[in-house]
């Protein structure tokens, strides 16, 4: 049963433009009657209201017990920005965050990293938008631990995409759970996005190419 928390997100996600339906080719070169474009967020009220999502699942999963919070560049730092003001206005939980540059700054301060530093023995935890080959995060990791030792526990993303990664039968996101220990935790994933679909009659026609993507591209 989709939940009501799910079925908003899904509706503020199609209001915002960032999820769509039609015909589309993702970065992989498969065909998906999907897309998902959360560069299309582009307003102070969809920032914040996009952070308070986040904001309640983090409490959720964890409450406070994490010590800081990482947006990996470009797409996780304005949401780890939005995030940690909603985790503190709306919940009390006020915690540090701290992104990357892309490229190393060599003047002032110096450094890849912004904001929060990172101390041994920290529990860190990402905010991401989506995860679909799993690279953003196998590039992220070196980025962390070459930061402090710090323990890097769970991603929050916006969608659970379930499809298949490099190993066959596994989804990225299993993949990063094996790999890196990461548990990660999804606000929707495709299946919800389906499901609620599937109440609406406008989008009966929808329904076979969904059901015929996720037969071919998804685990579950």
């Known amino acids: 049963m989709l939940s009501q928390k799910k079925k908003e997100f899904i509706e503020f996600m ?16 498969r065909n998906t009657p999907y897309f998902i474009n959360t560069g299309n967020y582009k307003t102070g009220l969809q920032n914040s209201r996009l ?9 959720e999963t964890l409450g406070s017990e994490f010590d800081a919070m ?14 940690s003001g909603a985790l503190a206005r709306n919940h009390g939980i006020d915690k540090p965050f701290f992104f990357n540059r892309k490229e190393a700054k060599d003047h002032g301060e110096g450094g890849s990293i912004v904001g929060y530093k990172p101390q041994d023995g ?11 080959a799993g690279t953003a995060i196998r590039e992220t990791m070196p980025v962390l631990m070459g930061c402090a030792d710090v323990k890097v526990t769970d991603m929050f993303i916006s969608v659970n995409r379930s499809e298949v990664g490099t190993t066959p039968g596994k989804t990225a996101v ?18 919800d996005i389906r499901e609620y679909l599937a109440d ?9 190419k969904m059901d015929a993507y996720m037969a071919q591209y998804c685990v579950f």
């Open 174 to 191: 299993m993949e990063v759970g094996e790999e890196f220990g990461i548990r990660v935790h999804a606000l929707v994933s495709v299946a």
């Open 70 to 83: 990482f947006g990996p560049a470009y797409k996780g730092i304005p949401l780890a920005t939005s995030v």
């Open 122 to 132: 920290d529990r860190v935890i990402i905010i991401e938008d989506v995860i679909t």
């Open 14 to 29: 199609m209001s915002a433009d960032v999820l769509r339906f039609g015909d589309f080719v993702t970065k992989s070169g």
């Open 51 to 59: 952070g308070e999502f986040y904001a309640d699942l983090v409490k």
């Open 200 to 208: 609406k009659p406008e989008y009966k026609d929808l329904l076979p």
